[in-house]
């Protein structure tokens, strides 16, 4: 099975690259969202699957899932919530400014 | 004692939420922003004396044993770093009351800068992988913060493309983190030392060493992989492209300089090679394109890159040599990119344009500034006495006594272009007949100015004093180039 | 010792304050004291009792720099050179610049160079001779820069510096080489350890590096194009810098390190060839120079290229000739580069075709002139020191070693000719300069000013030098035994004796003087029948114009290179970068055998979570071709719903948890942002752009899985949480092992990110709120 997820995480992350690299902003913005899902894929599958109960202790279970990657992914998530919602406000207000969500128009020239 | 490795980190934190508070009332948070960063840099310079004289100082963070707590680790290399960033707190906050608009100081710059600095302390002391990208998501956070504070078109166009890359960057430290931890079971930075040297770095170790060096390298801006710097680093106020530029890549070259010595050690034919490799194409791209423009804060920011590119030669190279020289020469370059762009953003300021080709004359006017600039670029290029040469110095021996000549000659003919590129400013800007159309600010020169002679004490200090710290940046090579003292240090076997 | 090396330099710190007082006294008096106290305290050094001197100071102990000073008869000439005519200049340059000059930046710049000039031929320690090497060059760009308003001073400063500082770097290699191939940093135990040395792989390579530095700094074919531009440059800096010492300093280096190179063949080859062709080139094109400046520039180019051509003879009558010529050629250049200031002084112009007949004008100054370009020509009288040296050029020039090589042989054979007639057109010009300006018809409707001669004070310092010119002419032995032999002595480390006479007899270096003469006056009186050569050769091939190509190229170029892949998109950016870590993270894999798979320790397969896996897969694919903007943020959240369900299948309830809830905010806040953005754009993209796109991302993507699958291989140690499950209870206090990690483990990491949050929060607020409050005013 962590093959599997190892090959969807993947996936997620060529899409997102792909996303990445389109010309508007909103496609970009999505691009990262699933770079970020398929990272915090990375990590849960990395910790082994299904190898125990959830790590909420009780008295009859002695194996648990390992919860290090859970603790790790649950930080992870948050900031990245923190990065994408600046992000989105900042897209938002470039492409206003701007008046363009094109990336490519998005573009200085040397003395500004 | 060994609660003293998280007050670099905690001062700030702490003073910065307060100025959050008061944000409006700008005499109490400047005032109160200058002392705390004063008060900091006291304190860490408490810290470095304990830490010379009693060894690293190691806290476990709530108690918990390494390696399951996080563990904070203020050895003589972070507390160096940290003592720098001080240095140049102190000098960037005096200076951005003069830079900012009223506006920009409203809209929290004194808290965003104070984290900032919390974020970069943070990543230098600890000694935990995970908490180290935590870190870096703090000093990435407030420097996006600083990046679009103003709100200029120019601004939020670039900064897109800042926090783009980087949010890419940082997705591929966590998941290389993850995959590090697959194979080793542990994300606290000693006990995976020791467990990579246990297997000898073999099968998928090096691979994953080489992911996080790109993670870093991003950061650190280097070759393949410096595109994203230059523009965003010129769109915010001068203080805030002083901080970058002083601050933000290093924290890359400096996870490089720990992650390879202490982990990623047991394989440099392979590994140390590559960076020589990068760490040449770096230097030559670097200097030509800051030889490309006519942008003054462009040719500062270019030259980024080719610092860069010298401390990961000395990384690459791996002997004593290179490795103090790596260590003098990022906290020299510290120093004097921050040293630059402050000078830049005065020079943009008062000449009210950052295009050289409109520039002339501008030593009638402002003599100090020219004359620093003067100094700043010889500091730059490594001339002696002052501090840029001793690092080039030490990073040329390492390099020759190895044999590596190709790339200690593309070191010195960049040092040669380096001059060059700073030169023209001084010469085209600085020299020539007087513009007397221009608004003469002396004033305004004058307090943006004393800042920047500050910070350029400490860059002739650390040359013509160099018997003053030499010694301790040979000690810390020395350090490095033996992990043991620090895994000893951190897991106490 | 260091004391004097550094008085110049305290000095200048209060330079600024007296030139203050410009008005009332002229700062150049104060000045004027330093190179002379200098002088004084060197002065008794001469004699022929002399013993080298040596003095240490501790500086970097610990990078073995330190301040350690020798003096031997190699240095005693040089720094006697330096304080001596400093002295002269700055007595010149009282007279020479007026009062409304920026009098104090001038003789800071000079004292700087002063001390630089006298650390470099005392320094013992060779990153300290560097450093002083480095500020000579800075400060001659800031001399040559003085009238930084003339588009020629920025020229000629950016160049001379541009190639001096590429000598100098190019001698910190060899330098370091030096250092490293011998642990020491004192030249004197380098040259103790020459056998080591001469046995290193790395003995041409530090030969190349060496030879660059001095040949720069000595303005050697094909380096020498800076000299002329940096006549620029006040006729005192002139005089000093660009003449009698700076452009020594390549020669002096040269002569260091002589002892330990002159055994090699190379070392003749390379430096008597260099020499002998900077000698006949730099001769060759004084005669085509108009500016009296320019012709003197050229000149002392071609004379540096005879010292070096006698250094790299390497015999020890040859190293005692070049000594002697140092010396003398000081005195002679020294002083004619006075009289041009004072023409131009007094003239208004350094052209010499304006200028002629200025010597009933200025008979004083004619005079001396004549002196000093006879002895510069080398016309055999007894009272000219340049004959003597002149005559011994062309006697160690017959008197070569035979060497094995076989191109130093044709050199060896070629060298007596070259000699002759680099010989003859220094006549000429010697000849061109002095009877041009001061003889023939007057122009004087042509010159800006009406001339006459100069005041007394500026003639003093010239007719010092000619008196020294005369004495020495007259009196060769008197700096021979005390001073010049030692400074040969220095050189080639063998005791040298020689005394000197005017009249040898007939033999082949009295012909070859008669040649020189003969020739020269001929050449001279028909030059207007020949000088159309100088269309030819070197006709439109300049090293000058290389140069100018080079400096713009550097510019053009880089730019060009630089705007080629900087083009600010970012799409580009990320290409590039992700396509290098994929490429190289590859090579890496396979290089260091990186991969691996086994199967054997793996979750039990699920239909379930496959289909799962599925829906997110073709989800997530669907968001590259969607082309309706709310279908594609709702397709984004079809998989951040996916990776909850995920979640819960794999026993994490908080992530999910946590999962769900960012996901929908985070879909609000997308809805929200791009609400009013425009629609999604068909995708009109070429078949490229679609290729690269496809190809960098799968690439990626299988990049990541390749390293996952090979990671999770790989597991060969226990993971540290099983700590985590045994003490959260006890220890942490809650049965929810993850929640106990966040908040007390690894309680900082929460911290942290909590305020990740705050600033991103403050960060939003500002973008939003700061540009309401620009709309209001």
Redesign the interface.
């Given at each position: 099975?962590?093959?599997?997820?190892?090959?969807?995480?993947?996936?997620?992350?060529?899409?997102?690259?792909?996303?990445?690299?389109?010309?508007?902003?909103?496609?970009?913005?999505?691009g990262?969202?699933?770079?970020?899902?398929?990272?915090?894929?990375?990590?849960?599958?990395?910790?082994?699957?299904?190898?125990?109960?959830?790590?909420?202790?009780?008295y009859h279970v002695d194996q648990?899932?390992?919860?290090?990657?859970?603790?790790?992914?649950?930080?992870?998530?948050?900031?990245?919530?923190?990065?994408?919602?600046?992000?989105?406000?900042?897209?938002?207000?470039?492409?206003?400014?701007?008046e363009t969500?094109?990336?490519?128009l998005?573009?200085?020239n040397?003395?500004? | 004692m060994s609660n003293l490795a998280v007050l670099p980190i905690v001062i700030p934190l702490i003073s910065s939420i307060i100025l959050a508070f008061f944000h409006k009332k700008l005499p109490l948070v400047r005032s109160v922003a200058k002392l705390v960063s004063i008060i900091n840099l006291f304190v860490v310079g408490f810290i470095i004396t304990y830490v010379y004289n009693n060894g690293p100082v190691v806290l476990e963070s709530g108690g918990w044993d390494a390696p399951f707590g996080i563990i904070l680790v203020a050895d003589m290399l972070s507390m160096t770093l940290v003592l720098t960033t001080n240095i140049i707190a102190v000098a960037a906050v005096f200076y951005a009351q003069h830079s900012l608009s009223q506006k920009q100081e409203e809209f929290y710059f004194y808290t965003f800068f104070l984290l900032l600095i919390a974020g970069v302390s943070g990543a230098f002391i600890t000694g935990d992988l995970f908490n180290l990208f935590v870190f870096f998501e703090v000093l990435l956070m407030a420097s996006y913060a600083l990046i679009v504070l103003g709100g200029e078109k120019v601004q939020l166009r670039e900064s897109l493309k800042y926090i783009l890359i980087n949010l890419f960057s940082s997705m591929l430290f966590v998941t290389t983190i993850a995959f590090l931890y697959s194979v080793v079971g542990t994300i606290n930075m000693a006990q995976i030392a020791q467990r990579v040297q246990e297997v000898d770095q073999q099968g998928v170790l090096t691979t994953i060493g080489i992911l996080l060096f790109f993670v870093f390298g991003t950061k650190a801006a280097l070759f393949p992989l410096y595109y994203w710097l230059p523009k965003p680093y010129i769109v915010p106020n001068p203080v805030v492209s002083a901080l970058f530029g002083a601050l933000l890549t290093k924290v890359g070259i400096y996870s490089i300089l720990r992650v390879f010595t202490l982990i990623f050690g047991h394989n440099p034919s392979f590994t140390h090679n590559f960076f020589i490799w990068i760490a040449g194409l770096t230097l030559v791209f670097g200097v030509i394109g800051a030889l490309s423009t006519n942008n003054i804060k462009l040719i500062i920011a270019y030259n980024i890159i080719p610092a860069v590119g010298f401390m990961l030669m000395g990384i690459g190279v791996f002997n004593e040599a290179s490795i103090s020289g790596t260590v003098y020469y990022l906290v020299h370059d510290m120093i004097i990119k921050a040293v630059l762009f402050l000078i830049v953003g005065a020079i943009a300021y008062l000449a009210g344009t950052s295009d050289l080709r409109k520039m002339k004359g501008l030593i009638h006017h402002y003599p100090l500034l020219g004359w620093l600039l003067f100094v700043s670029g010889i500091v730059l290029a490594g001339i002696p006495p002052f501090s840029g040469f001793i690092g080039k110095l030490l990073l040329l021996q390492g390099a020759f006594s190895e044999g590596e000549i190709i790339i200690a000659i593309v070191g010195l003919l960049c040092s040669l272009l380096i001059l060059t590129s700073v030169m023209r400013i001084f010469i085209r800007g600085f020299w020539g007949e007087r513009d007397d159309s221009l608004t003469v600010h002396k004033k305004t020169a004058r307090k943006l100015t004393i800042p920047i002679a500050f910070l350029l004490c400490f860059s002739i200090l650390l040359g013509v004093g160099a018997e003053l710290f030499y010694p301790s940046g040979a000690s810390i090579a020395n350090y490095l180039l033996n992990p043991e003292i620090y895994i000893e240090a951190v897991l106490k076997e | 010792m260091i004391f004097a090396i550094f008085i110049p330099l305290l000095f200048a710190c209060f330079v600024p304050i007296l030139s203050k007082y410009k008005d009332k006294i002229h700062t150049g008096i104060f000045v004027l004291l330093i190179p002379f106290i200098i002088f004084l305290f060197f002065i008794p050094f001469i004699g022929s009792e002399f013993k080298p001197v040596y003095t240490s100071f501790n500086w970097i102990p610990s990078l073995d720099i330190s301040l350690d000073f020798y003096l031997d008869g190699l240095s005693l000439l040089f720094v006697l050179l330096i304080s001596g005519i400093g002295a002269l200049v700055t007595l010149y340059s009282i007279f020479y610049l007026h009062k409304s000059e920026r009098l104090g930046a001038f003789y800071v710049y000079l004292l700087m160079f002063m001390s630089a000039m006298l650390g470099v031929v005392l320094s013992d320690n060779v990153f300290v001779l560097y450093g002083f090497w480095e500020l000579t060059s800075i400060s001659s760009f800031l001399l040559i820069g003085y009238w930084h308003h003339r588009e020629g001073s920025r020229y000629g400063a950016l160049k001379s510096m541009l190639i001096t500082v590429f000598g100098g770097l190019s001698l910190l290699g060899g330098l370091i080489l030096l250092t490293v191939i011998t642990g020491t940093t004192s030249i004197q135990e380098m040259i103790a350890q020459t056998d080591v040395i001469l046995n290193s792989p790395y003995f041409s390579l530090i030969m190349a590096f060496i030879f660059l530095g001095a040949f720069t700094k000595s303005a050697q074919f094909p380096f020498h194009i800076w000299l002329p531009d940096a006549m620029e440059a006040p006729t005192p800096v002139s005089a000093y810098l660009h003449s009698a010492t700076m452009v020594k300093a390549g020669i002096f280096l040269i002569a260091r390190f002589s002892p330990i190179f002159n055994t090699s063949e190379w070392f003749f080859l390379i430096v008597s060839g260099i020499g002998i062709l900077t000698l006949c080139w730099g001769s060759y094109m004084a005669v085509r120079q108009t500016d009296l400046k320019g012709i003197l520039a050229f000149s002392t180019i071609s004379q540096l290229g005879m010292i070096m051509a006698m250094l790299g003879f390497g015999t020890k009558a040859a190293i005692f000739a070049a000594a002697f010529h140092i010396l003398n050629h000081a005195t002679f250049k020294g002083s004619l580069f006075m009289i041009a200031g004072i023409v131009d002084h007094e003239t208004g112009t350094r052209d010499i075709r304006k200028l002629g007949g200025l010597m009933t004008l200025m008979p004083i100054s004619a005079t001396l002139a004549f002196f000093g370009a006879f002895s510069m020509a080398g016309v055999p009288l007894p009272f000219l020191n340049g004959f003597y040296s002149k005559e011994m050029f062309f006697d160690v020039s017959l008197g070569l070693n035979e060497p094995t090589l076989l191109a130093a042989d044709l050199l060896r054979q070629a060298i007596p000719y070259l000699a002759v007639l680099g010989s003859i057109f220094t006549f000429v010009y010697s000849m061109y300069l002095v009877f041009g300006t001061f003889t023939g018809e007057k122009h004087l409707d042509q010159l800006p000013v009406k001339p006459h001669e100069a005041p007394i004070g500026m003639l003093i310092s010239p007719a010092i030098l000619i008196l020294g010119v005369i004495v020495i002419g007259l009196f060769p032995n008197l700096v021979n035994e005390s001073f010049i032999a030692h400074t040969a002595e220095a050189i080639s480390g063998k005791e040298v004796h020689k005394h000197i006479v005017f009249w040898h007899g007939f033999i082949p270096p009295l012909y070859m003087s008669l040649i020189v003469v003969i020739f020269g006056a001929g050449l001279y009186i028909y030059r207007k029948k020949w000088t159309d050569i100088y269309l030819f050769i070197p006709g439109q091939l300049s090293f000058n114009k290389v140069y100018d190509r080079f400096v713009e190229g550097l510019e053009t170029y880089s730019a060009k290179i630089t705007n080629s892949y900087m083009n600010d998109s970012l799409r580009r950016y990320v290409i590039l970068i992700i396509g290098s870590i994929i490429l190289f993270t590859f090579i890496t894999m396979i290089s260091t055998n990186g991969f691996a798979f086994h199967t054997n320790d793996l979750a039990d397969f699920s239909i379930t979570e496959v289909i799962v896996a599925l829906v997110m897969a073709i989800a997530a694919v669907f968001t590259i071709f969607t082309r309706n903007k709310v279908a594609a943020i709702l397709i984004l959240g079809v998989v951040g719903y996916g990776l909850s369900l995920l979640f819960i299948l794999y026993r994490a309830p908080d992530l999910a948890l946590t999962q769900l809830v960012v996901e929908t905010i985070t879909l609000a806040l997308f809805l929200l942002c791009f609400y009013h953005l425009p629609e999604l754009q068909p995708r009109d993209e070429s078949i490229g752009f679609k290729t690269t796109n496809g190809i960098i991302s799968i690439g990626f993507g299988l990049l990541m899985t390749l390293v996952a699958v090979s990671s999770h291989s790989s597991k060969w140690f226990q993971p540290i949480s099983n700590y985590f499950v045994e003490n959260s209870k006890e220890l942490g206090g809650g049965y929810n092992i993850v929640n106990v990690i966040l908040v007390d483990f690894r309680g900082i990491d929460t911290l942290f990110e909590i305020v990740v949050l705050g600033i991103a929060a403050l960060a939003i607020y500002g973008l939003v709120k700061l540009r309401y409050n620009k709309e209001a005013e």
């Amino acid at each position: 099975m962590e093959i599997i997820m190892s090959i969807l995480s993947g996936v997620l992350f060529t899409t997102g690259v792909y996303n990445l690299l389109q010309k508007q902003l909103l496609r970009i913005i999505i691009g990262t969202a699933l770079i970020s899902h398929g990272a915090h894929l990375f990590i849960l599958t990395m910790g082994k699957l299904k190898r125990g109960a959830p790590p909420i202790l009780e008295y009859h279970v002695d194996q648990y899932t390992d919860p290090l990657p859970q603790a790790l992914i649950l930080t992870s998530i948050v900031i990245s919530f923190g990065v994408t919602s600046l992000l989105l406000v900042l897209a938002y207000r470039a492409a206003k400014e701007n008046e363009t969500d094109n990336m490519d128009l998005l573009r200085g020239n040397e003395n500004e | 004692m060994s609660n003293l490795a998280v007050l670099p980190i905690v001062i700030p934190l702490i003073s910065s939420i307060i100025l959050a508070f008061f944000h409006k009332k700008l005499p109490l948070v400047r005032s109160v922003a200058k002392l705390v960063s004063i008060i900091n840099l006291f304190v860490v310079g408490f810290i470095i004396t304990y830490v010379y004289n009693n060894g690293p100082v190691v806290l476990e963070s709530g108690g918990w044993d390494a390696p399951f707590g996080i563990i904070l680790v203020a050895d003589m290399l972070s507390m160096t770093l940290v003592l720098t960033t001080n240095i140049i707190a102190v000098a960037a906050v005096f200076y951005a009351q003069h830079s900012l608009s009223q506006k920009q100081e409203e809209f929290y710059f004194y808290t965003f800068f104070l984290l900032l600095i919390a974020g970069v302390s943070g990543a230098f002391i600890t000694g935990d992988l995970f908490n180290l990208f935590v870190f870096f998501e703090v000093l990435l956070m407030a420097s996006y913060a600083l990046i679009v504070l103003g709100g200029e078109k120019v601004q939020l166009r670039e900064s897109l493309k800042y926090i783009l890359i980087n949010l890419f960057s940082s997705m591929l430290f966590v998941t290389t983190i993850a995959f590090l931890y697959s194979v080793v079971g542990t994300i606290n930075m000693a006990q995976i030392a020791q467990r990579v040297q246990e297997v000898d770095q073999q099968g998928v170790l090096t691979t994953i060493g080489i992911l996080l060096f790109f993670v870093f390298g991003t950061k650190a801006a280097l070759f393949p992989l410096y595109y994203w710097l230059p523009k965003p680093y010129i769109v915010p106020n001068p203080v805030v492209s002083a901080l970058f530029g002083a601050l933000l890549t290093k924290v890359g070259i400096y996870s490089i300089l720990r992650v390879f010595t202490l982990i990623f050690g047991h394989n440099p034919s392979f590994t140390h090679n590559f960076f020589i490799w990068i760490a040449g194409l770096t230097l030559v791209f670097g200097v030509i394109g800051a030889l490309s423009t006519n942008n003054i804060k462009l040719i500062i920011a270019y030259n980024i890159i080719p610092a860069v590119g010298f401390m990961l030669m000395g990384i690459g190279v791996f002997n004593e040599a290179s490795i103090s020289g790596t260590v003098y020469y990022l906290v020299h370059d510290m120093i004097i990119k921050a040293v630059l762009f402050l000078i830049v953003g005065a020079i943009a300021y008062l000449a009210g344009t950052s295009d050289l080709r409109k520039m002339k004359g501008l030593i009638h006017h402002y003599p100090l500034l020219g004359w620093l600039l003067f100094v700043s670029g010889i500091v730059l290029a490594g001339i002696p006495p002052f501090s840029g040469f001793i690092g080039k110095l030490l990073l040329l021996q390492g390099a020759f006594s190895e044999g590596e000549i190709i790339i200690a000659i593309v070191g010195l003919l960049c040092s040669l272009l380096i001059l060059t590129s700073v030169m023209r400013i001084f010469i085209r800007g600085f020299w020539g007949e007087r513009d007397d159309s221009l608004t003469v600010h002396k004033k305004t020169a004058r307090k943006l100015t004393i800042p920047i002679a500050f910070l350029l004490c400490f860059s002739i200090l650390l040359g013509v004093g160099a018997e003053l710290f030499y010694p301790s940046g040979a000690s810390i090579a020395n350090y490095l180039l033996n992990p043991e003292i620090y895994i000893e240090a951190v897991l106490k076997e | 010792m260091i004391f004097a090396i550094f008085i110049p330099l305290l000095f200048a710190c209060f330079v600024p304050i007296l030139s203050k007082y410009k008005d009332k006294i002229h700062t150049g008096i104060f000045v004027l004291l330093i190179p002379f106290i200098i002088f004084l305290f060197f002065i008794p050094f001469i004699g022929s009792e002399f013993k080298p001197v040596y003095t240490s100071f501790n500086w970097i102990p610990s990078l073995d720099i330190s301040l350690d000073f020798y003096l031997d008869g190699l240095s005693l000439l040089f720094v006697l050179l330096i304080s001596g005519i400093g002295a002269l200049v700055t007595l010149y340059s009282i007279f020479y610049l007026h009062k409304s000059e920026r009098l104090g930046a001038f003789y800071v710049y000079l004292l700087m160079f002063m001390s630089a000039m006298l650390g470099v031929v005392l320094s013992d320690n060779v990153f300290v001779l560097y450093g002083f090497w480095e500020l000579t060059s800075i400060s001659s760009f800031l001399l040559i820069g003085y009238w930084h308003h003339r588009e020629g001073s920025r020229y000629g400063a950016l160049k001379s510096m541009l190639i001096t500082v590429f000598g100098g770097l190019s001698l910190l290699g060899g330098l370091i080489l030096l250092t490293v191939i011998t642990g020491t940093t004192s030249i004197q135990e380098m040259i103790a350890q020459t056998d080591v040395i001469l046995n290193s792989p790395y003995f041409s390579l530090i030969m190349a590096f060496i030879f660059l530095g001095a040949f720069t700094k000595s303005a050697q074919f094909p380096f020498h194009i800076w000299l002329p531009d940096a006549m620029e440059a006040p006729t005192p800096v002139s005089a000093y810098l660009h003449s009698a010492t700076m452009v020594k300093a390549g020669i002096f280096l040269i002569a260091r390190f002589s002892p330990i190179f002159n055994t090699s063949e190379w070392f003749f080859l390379i430096v008597s060839g260099i020499g002998i062709l900077t000698l006949c080139w730099g001769s060759y094109m004084a005669v085509r120079q108009t500016d009296l400046k320019g012709i003197l520039a050229f000149s002392t180019i071609s004379q540096l290229g005879m010292i070096m051509a006698m250094l790299g003879f390497g015999t020890k009558a040859a190293i005692f000739a070049a000594a002697f010529h140092i010396l003398n050629h000081a005195t002679f250049k020294g002083s004619l580069f006075m009289i041009a200031g004072i023409v131009d002084h007094e003239t208004g112009t350094r052209d010499i075709r304006k200028l002629g007949g200025l010597m009933t004008l200025m008979p004083i100054s004619a005079t001396l002139a004549f002196f000093g370009a006879f002895s510069m020509a080398g016309v055999p009288l007894p009272f000219l020191n340049g004959f003597y040296s002149k005559e011994m050029f062309f006697d160690v020039s017959l008197g070569l070693n035979e060497p094995t090589l076989l191109a130093a042989d044709l050199l060896r054979q070629a060298i007596p000719y070259l000699a002759v007639l680099g010989s003859i057109f220094t006549f000429v010009y010697s000849m061109y300069l002095v009877f041009g300006t001061f003889t023939g018809e007057k122009h004087l409707d042509q010159l800006p000013v009406k001339p006459h001669e100069a005041p007394i004070g500026m003639l003093i310092s010239p007719a010092i030098l000619i008196l020294g010119v005369i004495v020495i002419g007259l009196f060769p032995n008197l700096v021979n035994e005390s001073f010049i032999a030692h400074t040969a002595e220095a050189i080639s480390g063998k005791e040298v004796h020689k005394h000197i006479v005017f009249w040898h007899g007939f033999i082949p270096p009295l012909y070859m003087s008669l040649i020189v003469v003969i020739f020269g006056a001929g050449l001279y009186i028909y030059r207007k029948k020949w000088t159309d050569i100088y269309l030819f050769i070197p006709g439109q091939l300049s090293f000058n114009k290389v140069y100018d190509r080079f400096v713009e190229g550097l510019e053009t170029y880089s730019a060009k290179i630089t705007n080629s892949y900087m083009n600010d998109s970012l799409r580009r950016y990320v290409i590039l970068i992700i396509g290098s870590i994929i490429l190289f993270t590859f090579i890496t894999m396979i290089s260091t055998n990186g991969f691996a798979f086994h199967t054997n320790d793996l979750a039990d397969f699920s239909i379930t979570e496959v289909i799962v896996a599925l829906v997110m897969a073709i989800a997530a694919v669907f968001t590259i071709f969607t082309r309706n903007k709310v279908a594609a943020i709702l397709i984004l959240g079809v998989v951040g719903y996916g990776l909850s369900l995920l979640f819960i299948l794999y026993r994490a309830p908080d992530l999910a948890l946590t999962q769900l809830v960012v996901e929908t905010i985070t879909l609000a806040l997308f809805l929200l942002c791009f609400y009013h953005l425009p629609e999604l754009q068909p995708r009109d993209e070429s078949i490229g752009f679609k290729t690269t796109n496809g190809i960098i991302s799968i690439g990626f993507g299988l990049l990541m899985t390749l390293v996952a699958v090979s990671s999770h291989s790989s597991k060969w140690f226990q993971p540290i949480s099983n700590y985590f499950v045994e003490n959260s209870k006890e220890l942490g206090g809650g049965y929810n092992i993850v929640n106990v990690i966040l908040v007390d483990f690894r309680g900082i990491d929460t911290l942290f990110e909590i305020v990740v949050l705050g600033i991103a929060a403050l960060a939003i607020y500002g973008l939003v709120k700061l540009r309401y409050n620009k709309e209001a005013e």
